[in-house]
């Protein structure tokens, strides 16, 4: 039997998606479940590890007889690492939702030091992977002292799947601190902190690190010819699939957080108190970066609001009225004039003014970034809000200077990118 079928495993926040694809890259078939932390025995909020196992093995099993998958690859946010022993995880991953480091950040800012090298600020509750890493060495040192193997998000699922455990660069430097873009080794903090050992060698994102396990591939009836991938970083996912086409260009990934990733742009430019740093690409190149959590910004401010019930008409109307939502710490404030109309807006605002501002709301967000990281044209738009012609028309109103466009693919970005990189060599052949 020929494995001509291809599956990506898109670990996200909120969703858990795996997509089925062909040879040609047509998606074939998909599974799909919401995601959230859950309690562990540590008193911790922690990732659903184990939810999310028993979802995977159910899929690829129910898949088993409708596609002859040959290649599987995982990407994942690169807000969590796991720690290893011989029998598994040590201690259930940190969601990064969870906050107790208030007693620690004054040493852990002194364990970092120089932000210049990571080039990433110190980002609130567990955004920087290396701090929940931190926490649980102080927390929990007798059962982190027992691990031997740590490894970022995506490898914790290869390694599930293979057996083999890999790390890999677009995961070691996205905002985590345990990585040095310039110098492409690891950070101050993780040989100060004697890790560099311990972590997995690193590995292409591309390359095929083995075969499924033969006991996974008995249980779940895929064939022991499948071979597992590194995996990558989702953001990160999502850029590769432009990195050959363009050079320098800017990236905009939607979803949960949205992200804009100017290639090839400058990183001396990067004010690190502004939410700005340095990503990695599977290329171990410093990319620019400057994010906002869009997708929940946009959900506030809909209201309940359907996205398609936006109105370009409306975005006038909005601009004369003076009604406008700021972005602050706790989300958007919505003014209507000098009034603060944030906590009244289904009542104040129809189901297409509020949509309608939510496009523009993102729009001005990322447009500001765009021009805080002097960002290259062009521009391209993935996700959700790629989907969003209110959103894509304001803009390419407020960046004239950029060749603005959606994706034009029905497959998310992140999944798409994914399923290019397992196919990265035969591409380069």
């Given at each position: 039997?020929?494995?001509?079928?291809?599956?990506?495993?898109?670990?996200?926040?909120?969703?858990?998606?795996l997509?089925?694809?062909?040879?040609?890259?047509?998606?074939v078939?998909?599974?799909?479940?919401?995601?959230?932390?859950?309690?562990?025995?540590?008193?911790?909020?922690?990732?659903?590890?184990?939810?999310?196992e028993?979802?995977?093995?159910?899929?690829?099993?129910?898949?088993?007889?409708?596609?002859?998958?040959?290649?599987?690859?995982?990407?994942?946010?690169?807000?969590?690492?796991?720690?290893?022993?011989?029998?598994?995880?040590?201690?259930?991953?940190?969601?990064?939702?969870?906050?107790?480091?208030?007693?620690?950040?004054?040493?852990?800012?002194?364990?970092?030091?120089?932000?210049?090298?990571?080039?990433?600020?110190?980002?609130?509750?567990?955004l920087?992977?290396?701090?929940?890493?931190?926490?649980?060495?102080?927390?929990?040192?007798?059962?982190?002292?027992?691990?031997h193997?740590?490894?970022?998000?995506?490898?914790?699922?290869?390694?599930?799947?293979?057996?083999?455990?890999?790390?890999?660069?677009?995961?070691?430097?996205?905002?985590?601190?345990?990585?040095?873009?310039?110098?492409?080794?690891?950070?101050?903090?993780?040989?100060?902190?004697?890790?560099?050992?311990?972590?997995?060698?690193?590995?292409?994102?591309?390359?095929?690190?083995?075969?499924?396990?033969?006991?996974?591939?008995?249980?779940?009836?895929?064939?022991?010819?499948?071979?597992?991938?590194?995996?990558?970083?989702?953001?990160?996912?999502?850029?590769?699939?432009?990195?050959?086409?363009?050079?320098?260009m800017?990236?905009?990934?939607?979803?949960?957080?949205t992200?804009?990733?100017?290639?090839?742009?400058?990183?001396?430019?990067?004010?690190?108190?502004?939410?700005?740093?340095?990503?990695?690409?599977v290329?171990?190149?410093?990319?620019?970066t400057?994010?906002?959590?869009?997708?929940?910004?946009?959900?506030?401010?809909?209201?309940g609001?359907?996205?398609?019930?936006?109105?370009?008409?409306?975005?006038?109307?909005?601009?004369?009225?003076?009604?406008?939502?700021?972005?602050?710490?706790?989300?958007?404030?919505?003014?209507?004039?000098?009034?603060?109309?944030?906590?009244?807006?289904?009542?104040?605002?129809?189901?297409?003014?509020?949509?309608?501002?939510?496009?523009?709301?993102?729009?001005?967000?990322?447009?500001?970034?765009v021009?805080?990281?002097?960002?290259?044209?062009?521009?391209?738009?993935?996700?959700?809000?790629?989907?969003?012609?209110?959103?894509?028309?304001c803009?390419?109103?407020?960046?004239?200077?950029?060749?603005?466009?959606?994706?034009?693919?029905?497959?998310?970005?992140?999944?798409?990118?994914?399923?290019?990189l397992?196919?990265?060599?035969?591409?380069?052949?």
């Amino acid at each position: 039997m020929k494995l001509d079928c291809s599956a990506v495993l898109d670990v996200g926040k909120t969703h858990v998606k795996l997509r089925v694809f062909d040879a040609a890259g047509h998606a074939v078939e998909q599974r799909d479940r919401p995601n959230r932390g859950v309690g562990s025995p540590q008193g911790y909020t922690a990732l659903d590890t184990a939810g999310i196992e028993a979802w995977l093995w159910d899929s690829l099993a129910s898949l088993a007889h409708r596609a002859r998958i040959g290649h599987l690859i995982v990407t994942t946010h690169g807000a969590a690492f796991a720690a290893l022993d011989d029998d598994g995880l040590v201690l259930p991953m940190v969601d990064y939702e969870f906050d107790a480091y208030a007693g620690q950040r004054e040493a852990y800012a002194l364990a970092v030091g120089d932000l210049r090298e990571t080039l990433s600020p110190h980002l609130p509750l567990g955004l920087n992977a290396a701090r929940p890493l931190y926490w649980q060495a102080r927390e929990f040192p007798t059962a982190f002292a027992c691990a031997h193997t740590l490894l970022p998000y995506p490898q914790y699922w290869a390694w599930r799947l293979s057996g083999i455990a890999a790390s890999e660069v677009s995961s070691l430097g996205c905002h985590t601190h345990l990585w040095s873009p310039a110098n492409r080794s690891w950070s101050r903090l993780v040989h100060r902190e004697g890790w560099a050992r311990r972590f997995a060698p690193i590995r292409s994102a591309w390359d095929v690190l083995g075969p499924l396990r033969p006991e996974l591939a008995q249980r779940l009836g895929l064939s022991r010819d499948c071979v597992v991938h590194t995996g990558v970083h989702d953001s990160n996912a999502c850029l590769a699939r432009y990195l050959r086409r363009w050079p320098a260009m800017t990236l905009v990934t939607s979803g949960t957080w949205t992200v804009v990733m100017a290639c090839g742009g400058r990183t001396d430019a990067l004010d690190l108190s502004s939410d700005m740093l340095a990503n990695v690409s599977v290329a171990q190149d410093p990319v620019p970066t400057a994010r906002f959590m869009g997708g929940r910004d946009h959900e506030a401010l809909r209201a309940g609001a359907s996205p398609d019930d936006a109105r370009a008409s409306l975005v006038q109307m909005l601009n004369e009225e003076s009604i406008r939502a700021l972005p602050t710490p706790g989300g958007p404030q919505v003014l209507h004039g000098d009034l603060d109309i944030t906590s009244q807006l289904a009542e104040a605002l129809s189901a297409a003014e509020r949509a309608t501002l939510a496009s523009l709301y993102c729009a001005q967000m990322v447009a500001s970034r765009v021009q805080l990281l002097g960002a290259p044209s062009p521009l391209v738009i993935e996700g959700p809000l790629a989907r969003n012609a209110v959103f894509v028309d304001c803009l390419s109103a407020l960046l004239p200077g950029h060749d603005c466009s959606a994706a034009a693919d029905e497959v998310e970005g992140t999944a798409r990118g994914a399923w290019e990189l397992m196919h990265w060599n035969e591409a380069a052949a």
